[in-house]
């Protein structure tokens, strides 16, 4: 080719789009890129043996503590399963797969027939081909990404709460809860009971059929409603093709572009996701901090320690919770400690083990903030179904 820019493109469109046209290959580059976070590029070995022991003891030690205070039962009887950093970011990659995979599809290139390359404006089409075949890649480098950074810093599975796929398997990090409990001056092997009391809860609540089933059901709307804002935002940027002035004034006015695009459903089902993984994180908390105030002689400290490493500023978890339109600021933390707290005063242990009986049961955002409303309504008879 004469010339040498060009013919560079269309060599890189022929290896990237073949990998592109791969149903799997965004994963195969998100898991890379989340193995090189995750380990900083060393390699990983095995966790200790001994360090396996212990975790599997302390497992069945907190099982039966947290099947009694929940009054939930465990499907299978979990097995606390220690994995490195690298192990980690690749096992969240794979259940993050059934959600976030609708989002890199969205982003692959309609085929269509190849476009010929010939004059002197040919170099902006193949620009453009370029780009669109490489979005799905590039989309799931940012998850890879993500996975990386949050395996830095999780203790375990439930690092966010959201459900994993159905296993008895329950993942904690060793190396993070040893850096956590030294940071913190802890006990080691109490920090690490400590885990799986709030690792287990986590999993007993996540895994009731309906809670796992709202919470998917919202993840999948939202990312529906953010799918079609992606690609009404492509639709206006390619209307304005052609005309430099129209293009310069939308982007000037960012907020107003996204405003136009942000729906009221969207922000209906984003709220409701918060205010439910808000509710279960709260939850998780309040059971861990009761539970570790009978088993573990550092409870209170632990439970300082936790709450400060959970609202400290961390793009780690913003980032990754941001994938799924998830809050996890300070203010959702406080807010959902304010309920829990607000059910227990009015209602006692027992009223709060209510929220995962039914699904009617679970709260609504505006309940989040009215403890007792949340109370009256559960506490009202079941209306028939064709009322």
């Known amino acids: 080719m004469n010339d040498p820019f060009q013919g560079l493109l269309q060599d890189l469109l022929k290896v990237i789009g073949g990998a592109a046209g791969s149903q799997h290959a965004w994963l195969d580059a998100a898991r890379s890129l989340a193995l090189g976070v995750a380990t900083d590029g060393e390699p990983e070995s095995n966790p ?18 947290v ?21 980690w970011a690749s ?15 969205a982003q692959r290139p309609t085929p269509g027939p190849p476009v010929p390359f010939e004059g002197a404006g040919d ?19 940012q998850f890879g990404s993500a996975a990386g950074h949050l395996a830095q810093r999780a203790l375990g599975q439930y690092a966010l709460p959201l459900p994993w796929p159905a296993s008895a398997d329950v993942l904690v990090v060793p190396e993070n ?31 009731r059929p309906h809670v796992a089933a ?53 922000r209906r089902t984003s709220e409701e996701l918060v205010a439910l993984t808000t509710v279960v994180a709260a939850y998780v908390d309040h059971v861990t901090r009761a539970l570790a105030g009978t088993l573990v002689g550092a409870a209170a400290p632990l439970g300082e320690a936790w709450y400060r490493y959970r609202i400290e500023e961390s793009t780690a ?11 996890l600021t300070h203010d959702q933390v ?54």
């Not at 969240?92 to 959600?99: G, R, S």
């Not at 919470?215 to 409603?225: F, N, S, V, Y």
Request: glycine letters at 8%.
């Open 48 to 65: 200790d043996p001994i360090v396996r022991i212990r975790f599997e003891e302390l497992g069945r030690v907190a099982e039966l503590h």
């Open 67 to 87: 099947a009694n205070a929940t009054g939930l039962p465990f499907d299978r009887s979990p097995v606390l399963s220690p994995v490195g950093r690298g192990t």
């Open 91 to 105: 096992r969240v990659l794979d259940a993050w797969v059934p959600t976030l995979g609708r989002m890199v599809e």
């Open 123 to 141: 170099v902006e089409a193949l620009l453009a081909r370029f780009a669109s075949t490489l979005g799905p890649v590039l989309m799931g480098m």
């Open 177 to 207: 809860v040893h850096r956590f409990a030294e940071e913190w001056s802890l006990p080691e092997d109490e920090t690490r009971l400590w885990v799986c009391l709030r690792e287990l809860t986590a999993h007993v609540v996540l895994s």
């Open 214 to 266: 709202r919470i998917q059901e919202l993840l999948e709307a939202l990312i529906d409603d953010m799918v079609a804002t992606q690609q009404g935002l492509a639709e206006r940027l390619l209307g304005q093709h052609g005309d430099p002035e129209a293009l310069q004034r939308i982007m000037s006015d960012p907020e107003a572009l996204l405003a136009d695009l942000l729906t009221p459903g969207q």
């Open 317 to 327: 978890e913003q980032a990754a919770a941001a994938l799924f339109g998830l809050d």
């Open 334 to 387: 406080d807010r959902g400690a304010a309920f829990v707290r607000g059910v227990v005063e009015r209602a006692g242990e027992e009223g709060l083990q209510q929220l995962w009986d039914d699904p009617r049961h679970l709260p609504t955002p505006a309940e989040l903030d009215a403890p007792g409303l949340w109370l009256e309504r559960i506490s009202l008879p079941e209306l028939p179904p064709d009322t």
